[in-house]
């Protein structure tokens, strides 16, 4: 099965050191679960969303101490994917995997891709004005 996100690309670096090697992570776990049987797919989706809402956690933090303009409209959305995150891992945890497999083939790829180079791409800028680079 072909990953949909091969390696960590070099359009998705965005310079600041704590975010690329989290979003690193983020597309390591999407491809391992992608080509997971069920049984690892079941234990591998709750390390997702841990990896998941602890990076969006440090991104909030950064906003915070960075004074970042716009840290509501950034944090409602991270809060909007780690509610979908809990409610599709309830039906995988209950034994549901199809629906978590088209969630994380199907949607979180191009969610990853649309968010790193809008959202996540305009903090980077901000918290690199701000002297934030090497966090
Ligand atoms: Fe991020
Ligand atoms: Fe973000």
Avoid at 69 to 85: K, P
Avoid at 113 to 121: A, G, I, Q
Wanted: aromatic share 8%; proline share 1%; hydrophobic share 40%.
């Amino acid at each position: 099965m072909a990953n949909l996100i091969r390696a960590f690309e070099q359009r998705f670096l965005l310079g600041i050191e704590k975010l690329d090697t989290d979003h690193r992570k983020f597309v390591d776990l999407v491809n391992q679960l992608e080509c997971s049987e069920k049984k690892t797919f079941i234990k591998l989706y709750p390390l997702l969303t841990k990896h998941i809402s602890e990076h969006f956690m440090a991104e909030n933090s950064l906003m915070a101490e960075s004074g970042y303009s716009g840290i509501h409209e950034h944090i409602d959305e991270h809060q909007r994917v780690l509610n979908e995150l809990n409610r599709i891992g309830e039906m995988v945890s209950n034994g549901s995997v199809s629906m978590g497999r088209t969630y994380v083939i199907d949607h979180l790829p191009n969610w990853f891709e649309h968010h790193s180079r809008t959202m996540d791409s305009s903090l980077a800028a901000h918290l690199k004005s701000r002297g934030f680079a090497t966090v």
